[in-house]
T-cell receptor
């Protein structure tokens, strides 16, 4: 079974600064997908960034980037130039690909990191 | 764009009552999921479906049932509500269930008293 661990329950950062959220996972799969989701107080789950395990290049989406270390099974999220609107709970998630053996993909979440951006 | 729609948004149940959480998506997604989120915790998978007529258990299926008679709808049934089922429930869907994004509903806050 896959597990996802986020070791930082809470973090804070000053506006305009950079913050890194940690995520580690455990799997025996060689091909899989990793995601960071953001959940603001509205409860809506919003995809921030995704990474395919077979791609060595780290994904980047504007101010958000990841540091994907496959051997270490680590997938951290870096937020640059933090904004007040980045305040949210952030979830790391793992998905194994669909195969006949797995009969379906499951999206497994970590426990989340509450990020607060201070003015 | 409707996306994934969950109803109701809030509900209070008494112990032993039953209810169905509705979920519908208009994106023609094959995969649909039900998660629960307990306070301060991540999302745990209850059930999922890879297509109409096919459902499977997730991590925490006890106390719940699902059905998938159409591509669009994936209702979650609680037969005998218990206080341990107090949680926020999220329905989600995705196109292939692999590297594609999962779209989430707004969640249903359920309290069992």
């Amino acid at each position: 079974a896959q597990t996802v661990t986020q070791s930082q329950p809470e973090m804070s950062v000053q506006e305009a600064e950079t913050v890194t959220l940690s995520c580690t996972y455990d799997t025996s799969e060689s091909n899989y997908y990793l995601f960071w989701y953001k959940q603001p107080p509205s409860r809506q789950m919003i995809l921030v960034i995704r990474q395919e395990a077979y791609k060595q290049q780290n994904a980047t989406e504007n101010r958000f980037s990841v540091n994907f270390q496959k051997a270490a099974k680590s997938f951290s999220l870096k937020i640059s130039d933090s904004q007040l609107g980045d305040t949210a709970m952030y979830f790391c998630a793992f998905m194994r690909p669909f195969t006949r053996e797995t009969s379906g993909s499951r999206l497994t979440f970590g426990e989340g990191t509450q990020l607060t951006v201070n003015p | 764009n409707a996306g994934v729609t969950q109803t109701p948004k809030f509900r209070i149940l008494k112990i032993g009552q039953s209810m169905t959480l509705q979920c519908t998506q208009d994106m023609n997604h094959n995969y649909m999921y039900w998660y629960r989120q307990d306070p301060g915790m991540g999302l745990k998978l209850i059930y999922y479906s890879v297509g109409a007529g096919i459902t499977d258990k997730g991590e925490v299926p006890n106390g719940y049932n699902v059905s998938r008679s159409t591509t669009e709808d994936f209702p979650l049934r609680l037969e005998l509500a218990a206080p341990s089922q107090t949680s926020v429930y999220f329905c989600a869907s995705s196109l292939r269930g692999s590297n594609t994004e999962a779209f989430f509903g707004q969640g249903t806050r359920l309290t069992v008293v």
